[in-house]
């Protein structure tokens, strides 16, 4: 019953904009982050969103990409702005733990959204 759910993934040309979209079904949760993974390599962490709000990136997507969250909504979002070939993979929302019910759930992934650029 506890679980993410990702959305917004898709198709774009070199330079083109897209956003991700992940929530939680627990009423609370404290870290979240996106990762992404393309075939042959290792998966990556590309941002994370601390629960008051403190972002960090991974280097190549500095000034591109901007992680956001609506903690009423328990959601996290990736807004991905002057994209490039290299950042084709399938992108994975994460969350530390969800708080759910009377108890928390730790290191929760999302199914995984594909996100391919190309012209």
């Known amino acids: 019953q506890v679980q993410l759910v990702e959305s917004g993934g898709g198709l774009v040309q070199p330079g083109g904009s897209l956003r991700l979209s992940c929530a939680a079904s627990g009423i609370g949760t404290d870290t979240m982050g996106w990762y992404r993974q393309a075939p042959g390599k290792q998966r990556e962490l590309v941002a994370a969103?601390?629960?008051?709000?403190?972002?960090n990136y991974l280097d190549s997507v500095k000034g591109r990409f901007t992680i956001s969250r609506d903690n009423a909504k328990n959601s996290v979002y990736l807004q991905m702005n002057s994209l490039k070939s290299e950042d084709t993979a399938v992108y994975y929302c994460n969350a530390d733990r969800v708080w759910y019910g009377s108890r928390w759930f730790y290191n929760l992934w999302g199914q995984g959204t594909q996100v391919t650029v190309s012209s």
């Open positions: 969103i601390t629960g008051g709000g403190s972002a």
